[in-house]
């Protein structure tokens, strides 16, 4: 049973275009989420991550919103450069409130995203 | 160099053997996981090393697989008798405190990619 969903597996954006990309959650006890990125052959690197308490966190050209009551979260990336084709993670956990948490990310499949110049 | 090591970084065995893979993780990060990613597929919780305590095993899809810490650093990821569905990139990562806390994101290795023939 997936607890965290990509249900794209991919998507293609024009070069300056917003890119969004999704993911939902099944378990409601989550309450930290993260994204990271990953080009082949490399570790995935962490990108940006909100907080439970929080509805929207920016970092740049990314913006993280999290939907509670729909147990959605999605990524926005504006404008987007060719350099952001990548696959996208999204990964959630339970937090200990102090800065630790249960243990370990749950990580969706993924989303690749091709940014086209 | 400053990140998480990992080897080697590519395997190839047959089935049957023994392997092992190699993760030296950042120094001072308390906290070490090993994933693995198998084609089509995103990141799979394996284990998971805190300090002293011991470790989470409940990803480890078999007694077939194992994991040591050494002196709280160096971790070696075993796997006995390989099949061919052992085939996959196995990831480490390490972090400061449990994973998911704001500021203390995951960092992974590049990965080692084991294929069983």
């Known amino acids: 049973d997936q607890q965290v969903k990509q249900n794209s597996p991919s998507l293609s954006v024009q070069e300056g275009r917003i890119s969004i990309l999704n993911c939902d959650y099944t378990?409601?006890?989550?309450?930290?989420f993260l994204w990271y990125k990953k080009y082949p052959a490399e570790g995935p690197t962490f990108l940006i991550s909100i907080s439970s308490i929080k509805d929207k966190n920016e970092d740049g050209r990314f913006t993280v919103f999290l939907n509670k009551s729909a147990k959605h979260l999605s990524l926005h990336i504006v404008p987007s450069q060719p350099g952001d084709s990548a696959v996208y993670f999204c990964a959630a956990t339970l937090s200990l409130g102090y800065g630790g948490s249960q243990g370990n990310l749950i990580f969706g499949k993924g989303t690749k995203l091709s940014v086209k110049p | 160099g400053a990140g998480v090591s990992q080897s080697p970084s590519n395997k190839v065995t047959e089935k049957g053997k023994d392997v092992e893979l190699r993760c030296d993780p950042i120094?001072?990060?308390?906290?070490l996981y090993w994933y693995r990613q198998s084609l089509g597929q995103g990141l799979e919780f394996l284990i998971y090393?805190?300090?002293?305590?011991?470790?989470?095993k409940s990803g480890l899809p078999s007694d077939r697989f194992s994991a040591e810490r050494t002196g709280g650093s160096v971790s070696t990821l075993t796997i006995q008798r390989t099949q061919q569905e052992d085939s996959a990139v196995y990831l480490c990562a390490s972090s400061l405190v449990e994973t998911g806390g704001a500021g203390s994101p995951l960092h992974f290795g590049n990965g080692t990619r084991l294929t069983v023939t």
């Open positions: 090393f805190q300090g002293n305590s011991a470790p989470d």
């Open positions: 120094s001072g990060h308390t906290a």
């Open positions: 378990n409601s006890m989550f309450d930290y």
